[in-house]
């Protein structure tokens, strides 16, 4: 089945900087990448997602970035600011009717 | 977005009791519907998917028998943790894919004394 590696596993930056969390993911076959960011105790909430067809997505503050063929992807969050901090996890499934497989998680923390 | 809803979402039950779990897909059919776990500071574990009108596929290492899914409805999956332990607790979230994109219920946190 998928496997998926994240790294870090946490993450401490400074106010404006920039937080880049790297995933990669062992079966070729999968094509949808999203990442979630989790707050304490409450599900876990999209914030991008790409599929394998694109290499690069972004939206405002938020980029994330695909290589098909090195198998790996990753968000790049610039500007941050101290709302940002949470849990961050990269996934990846082949699409519909397929589950999601998550990576172990990045914990972000940004500080003024 | 779509929404997916959780109920109960919290819920303490005594060892060796069961306890139902029930998602749904508030404004979309959904075919499938996915139940994970999620331990303290850990990433989430797919348990099994849910099928309507069939069984549900279990992941490996997840007893069938003791947690027990029933997709019955296009909008409805439930989750029944049978004969609970203590190290049943835990974060239990479900979730549902619509136009490719994958909604997250609220989660339950079930606490086993």
């Known amino acids: 089945g998928e496997n998926v590696e994240q790294h870090p596993s946490t993450l401490s930056v400074q106010e404006g900087d920039s937080a880049v969390i790297k995933c990669t993911y062992s079966?070729?076959?999968?094509?949808?990448f999203p990442w979630y960011k989790q707050e304490l105790g409450k599900r876990p909430q999209l914030i991008i997602d790409i599929r394998s067809n694109v290499g690069e997505k972004k939206d405002q503050r938020i980029a994330v970035t695909l290589n098909k063929t090195a198998k790996h992807f990753s968000l790049h969050i610039t500007e941050t600011q101290p709302e940002d901090s949470a849990v961050y996890f990269c996934a990846a499934s082949k699409e519909t009717g397929y589950a999601l497989n998550f990576g172990k998680g990045t914990s972000l923390l940004v500080t003024p | 977005g779509a929404v997916v809803s959780q109920h109960p979402s919290w819920v303490i039950c005594k060892s060796g009791t069961s306890v139902k779990i029930e998602c749904r897909s508030l404004d979309f059919q959904a075919t499938t519907m996915f139940w994970y776990r999620q331990f303290p500071k850990q990433s989430l574990m797919l348990m099994a998917t849910?099928?309507?009108?069939?069984?549900?596929?279990?992941e490996q290492g997840v007893e069938k028998d003791k947690f027990l899914i029933n997709h019955a409805s296009l909008t409805l999956s439930t989750l029944t943790v049978t004969s609970a332990h203590p190290e049943d607790s835990s974060f239990y979230i479900c979730?549902?894919?619509?136009?490719?994109?994958?909604?997250f219920g609220p989660g339950t946190r079930l606490t086993v004394t």
């Open positions: 849910s099928n309507e009108g069939s069984k549900a596929t279990y």
């Open positions: 079966d070729s076959a999968s094509n949808y």
């Open positions: 979730s549902a894919r619509l136009a490719g994109v994958v909604y």
